[in-house]
């Protein structure tokens, strides 16, 4: 029901800032919590951040809570996630993700709807 592509992942230097977004398609992008995970290499999915069908509730892993920050415009159907401090342990490909649900969650097999990524490389 919704396609996702991300974009604005780039290489940035430790300290540095990104800002992903994802662009929804479809008229019912009101109607799914967004979020996004991470895979870094080698490694298996890492939940980053989900917000809920409205925008009123978020939720940021301790690994990012306190620097990165997911929004949404249900204008725009775009999704985002501002990143700052980045660190070297950041770099991973970035997923977004969508569900028909109010809020989403941690897991990634409850999340219906996968983009493609965005690689995100902080240099040290």
């Known amino acids: 029901q919704v396609q996702l592509v991300e974009s604005g992942g780039g290489l940035v230097q430790a300290g540095g800032s990104l800002r992903l977004s994802c662009a929804a398609s479809g008229r019912t992008f009101s109607n799914y919590a967004m979020g996004w995970f991470r895979r870094a290499p080698g490694l298996e999915r890492e939940f980053v951040a989900r917000i809920s069908r409205s925008g009123a509730s978020t939720y940021h892993a301790d690994s990012v809570k306190g620097r990165f920050t997911i929004s949404r415009d249900n204008a725009k159907t775009t999704v985002y996630l501002q990143m700052l401090s980045l660190k070297p342990n950041d770099t991973a490909v970035y997923y977004c993700?969508?569900?028909?649900?109010?809020?989403?969650?941690?897991?990634?097999?409850?999340?219906?709807?996968w983009g493609k990524g965005t690689l995100v490389t902080v240099s040290s």
């Open positions: 993700v969508a569900d028909m649900s109010p809020y989403g969650s941690s897991r990634p097999d409850d999340w219906d709807y």
